[in-house]
């Protein structure tokens, strides 16, 4: 009676879950970062994929899994449809599978990090739960299932770059528990630990052997203000949305509580937890800047190490109800942020990408010249077009995805002429991000309400190099 009670509350649960998401992902509007993927795999060959994305510092997994997809001529949404089915099957696993209590369960798979950046923003973090959760299935009984648990591992080291210390750390655990103090079996081992490292190696080569550059990475560890106090209060609002102070006490004495916890049950795990933190901590602070879904990606290996602490350790039920709690007050308190930003995505445009889509192919001709300010910034709009590719003077190059050129101007006036001289036989237009234009000029605008502002679109069919036209900024 029991199991059919928690049977019907799970599926209950997911179908919430499920509907609560999808009606978010059918309305969200795709930006440059999940387009880049689309189009990436959309409008390259295969080498020219693994050519391009190595200079993105991705791992593949996720644009060949999208390639089929973008392949076979079907829309964005496809996309979007995968990453969501990603999540639902994690959320499904979650709360079938894990060893907390139902509200401790409820507070994670509704929060913030669940309920909408993971889920509704499709990128390669939406896998990362998904491959989490198998792996903390896997972990008690990985001396019977090393090649499982292995390939599983593997996988997760090929989602994100982010994950990178935790699999590091993870593979020497296992080489520690199956092969070093091993003294029986110890050969049948050494086969699923290169299917761990094996990978990782290949990820680290791929990436740090690419003659080119990242130029946005470039530029921030040019500008970055290397304060680690300032990173770690990015971090947090990631998490949580914007707080007070009393809130952000609570929430970092909780994750604070974490390492403790973690610490005193299981030392070993303890030391893939802290490697994990200090890792990403440490790009945040220096590589790259931290997103929700970056940190809310990393977070989840939280959930990994109470998972195993749940079920590997003999728990007393005082010890269960205080680490519940943990558990429940830090994902429970993102999760009214979560809902409002769910709320928001549906209320307005998340990127003015999917409108201006619209205008274009019903107004401009794809023989005419669409002149864009810079491609990165313009890459959302190309995801929702076939056929259409923006002109980029400064590089004198046709472009579908975002390439993160050196150039930081906008158009300047004497390259309006040049372009004019250039297509003098064809319809020119002109489409910019964020730029702030007198109304008279503009043919097509987003809606002001746009939430990202650099997803704010402008459409002009006539630069004479007049002040009034358009502003120069370097």
Known sequence: MENKKTLAVNIICLIIYALLTLTCVLHHEVWRDEAQVWLVVRDLDIMGIINHVRM?????LWYFLVLPLAKLNLPVMSMQILSWSFMTAAAGIFLWKSPFN???KLCIIFSSGFIYHLIVLSRNYSLIPLFIFLLAILYPIQKQRPFLYAITLALLSQTHV????FCVAMGALFFYENIFKNKINKKEFIFPFLIIVL??????LYIFTCPYKNESVSQYIMLADRFFSKTFIVY??????????LKGILLTFLLLSSFIVIFIE???LFCAYLINFIYQFFIYNYIWMSAPEKVWAGITVMIFCFWIIFTCNNLNRTKKIVYNLILILFFGLSIQHGLQLRTNDIKYDYSGSKSTAEFIKNNIDKNDIIVTNKPIFTSS???YLKGYKFYFPQTDTFYTYGYDTKYDEYLTFEINSEIQKKFKDKKIYYIFSSLAMPEETILYKSKATTLIMTERFYILDNLDGSEKYVENRK
């Open 162 to 165: 982010l994950m990178s210390a």
């Open 266 to 268: 299981n030392k070993k």
């Open 199 to 204: 990978p990782i190696i290949f990820l680290c």
């Open 236 to 245: 947090m609002i990631n998490l949580f949305g914007v707080m007070g102070n």
């Open 102 to 104: 139902l509200i401790t």
């Open 56 to 60: 993105e510092g991705h791992p593949l």
């Open 381 to 383: 709009i190309a995801a």
